[in-house]
Nanobody, 123 residues
Framework: QVQLVASGGGLVQAGDSLKLSCLVS????????VAWFRQAPGKERDFIAA????????YYPDSAKGRFTISRDTGKNTVYLQMNSLKPEDTALYYC????????????????WGQGTQVTVSS
């Protein structure tokens, strides 16, 4: 059973950077994909980025290009989300999620979810 543990959130000021981590356990494969999502109170969940565990290929929607970078360290079983130039509107609960379908596009159905880590950006 795949388990994901997200960490690294916190309270930062606008313009700061923050790096989130997602520790993966329970097994991976060549078709394993991990993504980051976020959800602010009263808003829909947003897809931020996805990465192929095996190839390192990434996908970002236009809304996330430029300030967010997803990466992985297979030796540490960890996927990261580097966030730069943070804005108050980036305040949300950030989740990592995963699936074994092979696609890095947001149309995939994510079966495994972490517990989320809170990011709060003050102005």
């Amino acid at each position: 059973q795949v388990q994901l543990v997200a960490s690294g959130g916190g309270l930062v000021q606008a313009g700061d950077s923050l790096k989130l981590s997602c520790l993966v356990s329970g097994g991976t494969s060549s078709r394993f994909v991990v993504a980051w999502f976020r959800q602010a109170p009263g808003k829909e969940r947003d897809f931020i980025a996805a990465i192929s565990w095996s190839s390192g290929s990434t996908y970002y929607p236009d809304s996330a290009k430029g300030r967010f970078t997803i990466s992985r360290d297979t030796g540490k079983n960890t996927v990261y989300l580097q966030m730069n130039s943070l804005k108050p509107e980036d305040t949300a609960l950030y989740y990592c999620a995963a699936h074994f379908s092979g696609t890095i596009y947001p149309t995939a159905s994510y079966r495994y979810w972490g517990q989320g880590t809170q990011v709060t950006v003050s102005s």
